[in-house]
């Protein structure tokens, strides 16, 4: 099973912009749907997007045009460039995986990503 390692996270001023990145180890992600999620204190955890092994995009609402996914095999990593980001933003950020076919999810451990002035 994959595992994943976020990073990226930290302060950033309402309006700026951060990319987060997902490492990978154990296993080739090119064989995985790969996405990113948030978990915004007192609240559920809420999906912002996949990107499948076919390079197909899924964005939900979370991710509000200001999002986007990539991955780069060559380098086992997952990428997500958020922008124009607002204090309501503030979030654990997770990198998640799951074998095509499979319904076994790998989860990183996040990255905090606060917002604020």
């Known amino acids: 099973q994959v595992q994943l390692v976020e990073s990226g996270g930290g302060l950033v001023q309402p309006g700026g912009s951060l990319k987060l990145s997902c490492a990978a180890s154990?296993?080739?992600?090119?064989?995985?749907?790969v996405g990113w999620s948030r978990r915004i204190p007192g609240k559920e955890r809420e999906l912002i997007a996949t990107?499948?092994?076919?390079?197909?995009?899924h964005f939900t609402q979370v991710a509000k045009g200001r999002t986007t996914i990539s991955r780069d095999n060559a380098k086992n990593m997952v990428l997500q460039q958020v922008n124009n980001l607002g204090p309501e933003n503030s979030a654990i950020y997770y990198c998640h995986a799951r074998v095509i076919g499979t319904s076994v999810d790998s989860w990183g451990k996040g990255t905090q990503v606060t917002v604020s002035s």
């Open positions: 154990g296993d080739s992600l090119d064989r995985y749907e």
């Open positions: 990107l499948s092994t076919f390079y197909f995009e």
